[in-house]
């Protein structure tokens, strides 16, 4: 009896339909300023802890909009190097001999208006100390604090480190270009300046006769020596190498952790590299085309990139690869920013057609991001049912097309 009273109920609960369980969504996150970092004039990554504050939350207070994504990282750092060394002597992007470690990971959501605008707001402090009075406030939230390491005379890498509070995930701020003409200046304008050069140019910053060259690398007419422009990037004392050094160094500190990376300009074309390294999520704001310094790099290329995300809007000529040429903006400023395409997907505001702005050079910088582009729903959007503008892979993407690269070594 028992037997098939066992059996009618199999077969009863087997017409019932199916129900599927559905997954729990990530919870939003808070963050505090856990730690500054910068570079020492010896090319060495030096932390400083920022001592932690009780505060209450305020009613208007926000937290950070997650989700989850698919990432892949390399199975180590050193096979990573090895790869990367190999390719370069070979002269071709070779798969690991392993698989990539796919992983399923809490990332900022980039479809939320209010996250990006955070976001944001973390990139804009990276180029300040906490006590500057362009310091954005983060609410209650955030802790912050004084600045330590940032000496007057450093020249180097800079930036903060943000943790929530139960360190499960931490976020990697890194400063972008320093320069009197983009709406800055001080100590690390010049090195700033090289490293733009570098991993912006279609070689070494040889816009015409009139320019002196950043690397010995160009051979004449419209050739490039690839062998050489590759070698350029792999000094000690540039800022991919140093990133790396950087997030070492804080997944050291912080082992079990998720790491998030994230930077306007130069910073978040540098984010975008380190992301592609590391696997971990990237929001980048305003970036150059990073596509090209990842080739030059040898970085070996995941199943996908889709973890990194540009935002950007149309009027900035650095971003939409329009500031090149001898006559152009950033030329008669001293910088050869002729890369364009970026790894990833992109968040495009096109703030020319919607807004009627015209492209100038002055609204790359982050606080017009913040202040005049994520602080108030954008209107294409809203119509279209989203808070942001679609994400999008920038397809047949072209850049240095006049360039001949090869072996042309003296």
């Not at 397809?395 to 097309?401: A, Q, S």
Request: proline residues 7%; hydrophobic residues 40%.
């Amino acid at each position: 009896m028992l037997g098939a009273l066992t059996t009618w109920l199999v077969s009863l609960f087997s017409l019932l339909p199916h129900v599927e369980t559905v997954p729990k969504p990530p919870s939003p996150l808070s963050f505090e300023l856990r730690h500054l970092h910068a570079v020492s004039p010896s090319a060495q990554v030096v932390f400083a802890d920022v001592p932690q504050r009780a505060g209450v939350l305020s009613d208007d207070s926000h937290t950070l909009l997650t989700r989850k994504i698919r990432s892949y990282k390399p199975p180590s750092f050193a096979l990573h190097a090895q790869a990367r060394e190999q390719s370069r002597r070979f002269g071709q992007s070779l798969p690991f001999e392993f698989p990539w470690d796919e992983q399923e990971v809490v990332a900022p959501d980039v479809e939320d208006r209010f996250t990006l605008l955070e976001l944001a707001k973390m990139t804009n402090n990276a180029y300040v100390d906490p006590d500057d009075e362009a310091w954005y406030e983060l609410g209650a939230n955030w802790t912050v604090s004084y600045p330590f390491g940032w000496e007057p005379d450093a020249d180097g890498f800079r930036g903060h480190v943000f943790a929530t509070p139960d360190n499960e995930t931490i976020v990697l701020a890194l400063k972008g270009t320093s320069s009197g003409f983009f709406g800055g200046g001080g100590p690390t304008a010049k090195k700033d300046k090289l490293n733009d050069n570098l991993l912006f140019s279609c070689c070494c910053a040889r816009v015409d006769w009139t320019w002196t060259t950043v690397c010995g690398c160009y051979a004449g007419g419209w050739k490039c020596d690839a062998n050489c422009v590759e070698q350029a990037l792999i000094e000690d004392s540039l800022f991919y190498p140093i990133g790396t050094n950087l997030y070492n160094n804080l997944t050291y500190m912080y082992p079990d952790s998720n790491v998030w990376i994230i930077g306007h300009s130069m910073g978040g074309a540098l984010a975008s590299l380190l992301g592609a390294t590391f696997g971990s999520p990237v929001v980048a704001f305003e970036s150059p085309g990073d596509k090209m310094a990842a080739g030059r790099l040898h970085l070996p290329s995941p199943p996908s990139t889709l973890h990194i995300t540009h935002v950007y809007h149309t009027a900035d000529p650095i971003a939409m690869g329009t500031c090149n040429g001898v006559l152009s903006s950033c030329a008669i400023a001293g910088f050869a920013m002729e890369s364009r395409c970026h790894l990833g997907t992109s968040i495009v505001y096109d703030t020319v057609s919607n807004l009627s702005w015209s492209v100038d050079i002055r609204l790359h910088g982050i606080v017009n991001v913040i202040e005049k582009v994520l602080k108030d729903p954008w209107p294409p959007a809203v119509e279209a049912g989203r808070d942001v503008p679609m994400a999008h892979e920038e397809e047949d993407c072209v850049e240095c097309y006049s360039w001949e690269y090869g072996d042309f070594g003296k």
